[in-house]
């Protein structure tokens, strides 16, 4: 797992501001994901991406926006649609062929 | 589409004691089961993982069974350690999405010396 990198690992977000966390990996994975976690709760889907310049909603997709340009790059954006953004934000990448995940070191996200 | 629960939420046990987790799953097709470990403020990693193609694997103090019937798997460590603190997650296939996997909410396991 030490082949995903994810930035800042602390973000802070204004009201009514978009911000963008960056997730990359080096692993040759073609599948990578968004998951959401808060406190008490398991990880949530937000988008996830199968293969480049293809990408499909989760769970909880509302407020949230992604793009797949580069097979190593799948960042996310929290718009200022999404009203509950503070969590931890954690990328995992994993073969098309699905099996084992490996996860970034998350982004934390808070609201001033 | 898969739904994924935990027990215990919380689990705790005395240094050199075995502790049990189990997750069931709802999707009879589900035929990958990982198991992940989260140390507070850190990334999920994976300890260890099942296919349905075998009953139980095993790696040095931790093994995962798994009953496709009764459709549940259990997470077992042996001769805990204080390290083991930390939460566990158990996953399956989220069979809507693509390969992401669904996640259960996860077990705190305190291991006390």
């Known amino acids: 797992d030490g082949g995903i990198t994810q930035s800042p690992k602390y973000l802070f977000r204004k009201e009514g501001q978009n911000v963008t966390l960056s997730c990359e990996q080096n692993l040759n994975h073609d599948a990578m994901y968004w998951y959401r976690q808060d406190p008490g709760q398991g990880l949530r889907l937000i988008y996830y991406?199968?293969?480049?310049?293809?990408?499909q909603k989760g769970d909880i997709a509302e407020g949230y926006s992604v793009s797949r340009e580069k097979k190593e790059s799948f960042p996310l954006t929290v718009t200022s649609a999404q009203k509950n953004p503070t969590a931890f934000y954690l990328c995992a990448s994993s073969r098309t062929s699905g099996g084992a995940q490996y996860f970034g070191p998350g982004t934390r996200l808070l609201v001033l | 589409g898969e739904n994924v629960e935990q027990h215990p939420s919380t689990l705790s046990v005395q240094e050199g004691d075995s502790a049990v987790i189990k997750c069931t799953y709802s999707?009879?097709?589900?035929?990958?089961f990982p198991w992940y470990k989260q140390e507070l403020g850190k990334r999920p990693q994976l300890i260890i993982d099942i296919r349905s193609n075998v009953g139980e694997k095993k790696d040095q103090r931790i093994a995962v069974t798994l009953n496709k019937t009764a459709k549940h798997f259990s997470l077992h460590i042996t001769e805990t350690q204080p390290e083991d603190s930390a939460v566990y997650f158990c996953a399956a296939p989220h069979n809507q999405a693509g390969t992401a996997l669904i996640f259960g909410k996860g077990t705190t396991l305190s291991v006390s010396s």
């Open positions: 999707d009879s097709a589900s035929n990958y």
């Open positions: 991406s199968q293969i480049v310049n293809d990408f």
